[in-house]
């Protein structure tokens, strides 16, 4: 049996550093020294942002970073959430990225509902893994106040950490603590068998139902409304075990079939058995 703590320390160097933290607005310099610590005991080895606030640092932001003073010189600052994000995808490089909005409040009409932390950081994980995205951007907003409506809107997902409701907010640091702590309990978890594993019937399933949505242009070219994450949202809740996933797939199939055809195409059977006919509805061939 591997030791498991050997697979920690190799997911920690393979794919730490594809992940981003970004600090809006940060209102506390000491927070920001605590992150910097946080961010080198959990191997989170990417990028370091701040949008807003560019004086934000001073003596005691490098007195809490303690051994992780290295990260505070590494910070890159920039005016907008906006303007970062778009960093970050030019960085990937047009591989996909992921961005995680973190949020204290519940969902209503402008926000959605959250996903539990250690849901989210599994599921993100696993896809920094298996490659299917090049970098995961993990975002929070300012003590006081949180992330805005408009900010959240630019993030894929919106995260949240299960508290009491008499008192949902957590102190910043402790907030990207526990997001980093989950992101490598996750990796820890799954490293071994996602290194190896073919990907399930069930994720199978799903990327063939996002490339439907891509070819029939529900899911636009860049993904300017988000569709994507909604629908991964949407089918997560799929059981594992799906009988008769094949019939499914076939279904699937037809359907990228006619859309490149622009008419129903009968494949198989179908072709061998029934046609359509205008008068006398259906006949047999």
């Known amino acids: 049996m591997k030791n ?22 940060p209102e506390q310099p000491g927070n920001v020294g605590s992150i910097a610590r946080a961010l080198s005991n959990m191997g989170i080895e990417g990028d370091f942002c701040i949008v807003g606030n560019p004086n934000i640092l001073n003596e005691e932001s490098f007195r809490l970073a303690k051994h992780a003073k290295g990260y505070l010189d590494k910070i890159v600052h920039f005016d907008s959430l906006e303007a970062c994000l778009k960093n970050q995808q030019e960085l990937a490089q047009g591989q ?25 950081l599994q599921r993100a994980t696993s896809k920094l893994i298996q490659g299917q995205i090049e970098r995961l951007v993990l975002v929070f907003g300012p003590e006081s106040c949180g992330l805005t409506n408009e900010e959240i809107a ?33 990796m820890l978890e799954d490293w071994e068998s996602l290194e190896s594993a073919k990907p399930s019937s069930k994720e199978k399933l799903v990327q063939h139902m996002l490339q439907v949505a891509e070819d029939v242009g529900f899911i636009l070219p860049g993904d300017p409304f988000k569709m994507r994450p909604r ?37 198989g059977r179908y072709r061998k058995v029934l046609i359509k006919d205008g008068e006398n509805g259906i006949r047999q061939q």
Not at 6 to 24: A, N, P, Q
Not at 243 to 258: A, M, P, W, Y
Request: hydrophobic share 40%; charged share 20%; glycine share 4%.
């Open 4 to 25: 498991p703590y050997k697979v920690f320390h190799r997911s920690c160097s393979e794919m730490g550093h594809k992940i981003t933290t970004v600090l809006v607005r």
């Open 96 to 120: 996909p990225l992921l961005s995680l909005a973190a949020t204290a409040r519940v969902g209503s009409a402008k926000r959605p509902h959250p996903t539990r932390v250690r849901e989210a």
């Open 154 to 186: 630019l993030c894929d997902w919106v995260v949240t950490i299960p508290s009491l409701q008499q008192y949902r907010s957590l102190n910043l640091a402790q907030s990207v603590l526990i997001f980093c702590y989950e992101a490598n309990m996750a």
């Open 231 to 267: 629908l991964e949202e949407i089918f997560s809740q799929l059981p594992n075990h799906i009988r008769e996933i094949k019939t499914l797939h076939g279904l699937l199939d037809q359907v990228r079939r006619s859309v490149v055809k622009g008419a129903a195409d009968f494949k």
